[in-house]
């Protein structure tokens, strides 16, 4: 959220990650940096498993269903229950009423290869 609100990524994650361990700020760091690098094929996917644009969610929605969706397509060591369950949690405690679409969309979820739209999408290049 701090992102999106104009934050600078690499300032925030080292003020975020200061007392966590190595392993934690690594994980917390590909999670930030993937987020970012990939929102144009993650919001993509975002309407390809919810037929809703992401545009017209609210931020802290889209920025979680991003989060999940970035987990279960793109990182291999993360079970995909333990990062439904982590995202649905993290949903309950910041959108509570989003807790039931996130679960929803993010357990439609398939590593399958997907055909993008265009080829800034497939690069996830503006």
């Not at 999670?31 to 990939?38: E, Q, T």
């Not at 969610?57 to 269903?65: A, D, F, N, Y």
């Not at 991003?66 to 995202?87: C, K, M, N, S, W």
């Not at 929803?104 to 399958?112: C, G, H, M, S």
């Amino acid at each position: 959220m701090k992102v999106a609100g104009g934050g600078y990524a690499s300032d925030l994650l080292l003020e975020e990650t200061a007392g966590l361990a190595s392993r934690d700020a690594g994980l917390a760091s590909q999670l930030v940096y993937g987020c970012l690098r990939y929102q144009g094929q993650l919001d993509f996917l975002i309407r390809h498993y919810s037929g809703r644009d992401a545009t017209q969610m609210e931020e802290p929605v889209r920025i979680l269903l991003r989060l999940g969706l970035f987990q279960l397509r793109y990182l291999d060591r993360i079970p995909a229950h333990a990062a439904v369950h982590e995202t649905v949690e993290l949903a309950k405690r910041h959108r509570r009423s989003a807790a039931g679409l996130l679960n929803a969309v993010l357990r439609k979820v398939r590593r399958n290869p997907v055909r993008w739209p265009d080829k800034a999408t497939e690069l996830s290049c503006p």
